[in-house]
T-cell receptor
Framework: KNEVEQSPQNLTAQEGEFITINCSYS?????LHWLQQHPGGGIVSLFM???GKKKHGRLIATINIQEKHSSLHITASHPRDSAVYIC???????????FGTGTRLTIIP | DTAVSQTPKYLVTQMGNDKSIKCEQN?????MYWYKQDSKKFLKIMFS???????INETVPNRFSPKSPDKAHLNLHINSLELGDSAVYFC??????????FGPGTRLTVL
């Protein structure tokens, strides 16, 4: 079992829908990251959080440390949001990232 | 200006060859990483260097040898390439915070 699990693995939605991607982890962490990988392959860091909630444009990331769970939300989804979203964690005292298996999001116009 | 750059972007080579991938960051970061992304898109750490010193070395065949001539560069040399080495290799760097900045990736295809 992976230390970082994401759900769903694949998600297809209509443009405009509210999207939620979930991440659960089983280890103690110092930070959790949400990354976006577009079809072209590049990886972009969307959020890094260790508590609470962060918002950037239409994207919102939340984390519940007690429940070892994080969610990434996209409001008013758009076809350009189509990408693979990857959750990753830093274990305590460790700079290396442990990755989830990713969620492939497809937004249909 | 590109923050983390990798060359080449694509690399196609024959089994048994030796090849290198180069990574450079202009962010002034102290720590650099190499990740491998397999065909199922799963990312895994290979190596990490901090100020030219190796700090993370996951279970990677010793055909893979990272080299950090200075803290802005971390190159990956692979000897005796095998079919299973085909993957996308990402370089990344981080500074005082643990947020990482990724390079564009190098797609290696071993024939």
């Amino acid at each position: 079992k992976n230390e970082v699990e994401q759900s769903p693995q694949n998600l297809t939605a209509q443009e405009g829908e509210f999207i939620t991607i979930n991440c659960s982890y089983s280890v103690g962490i110092s930070a959790l990251h949400w990354l976006q990988q577009h079809p072209g392959g590049g990886i972009v860091s969307l959020f890094m959080l260790s508590s609470g909630k962060k918002k950037h444009g239409r994207l919102i990331a939340t984390i519940n440390i007690q429940e070892k769970h994080s969610s990434l939300h996209i409001t008013a989804s758009h076809p350009r949001d189509s990408a693979v979203y990857i959750c990753a964690v830093n274990r305590f005292g460790n700079e290396k990232l442990t990755f989830g298996t990713g969620t492939r999001l497809t937004i249909i116009p | 200006d590109t923050a983390v750059s990798q060359t080449p972007k694509y690399l196609v080579t024959q089994m048994g060859n030796d090849k290198s991938i180069k990574c450079e960051q202009n962010l002034g970061h102290d720590t650099m990483y190499w990740y491998k992304q397999d065909s199922k898109k799963f990312l895994k750490i290979m190596f990490s260097y901090n100020n030219k010193e190796l700090i993370i070395n996951e279970t990677v065949p010793n055909r893979f040898s990272p080299k950090s001539p200075d803290k802005a560069h971390l190159n990956l040399h692979i000897n005796s390439l095998e079919l299973g080495d085909s993957a996308v290799y990402f370089c990344a760097s981080s500074g005082d915070s643990v947020e990482q900045f990724f390079g564009p990736g190098t797609r290696l295809t071993v024939l």
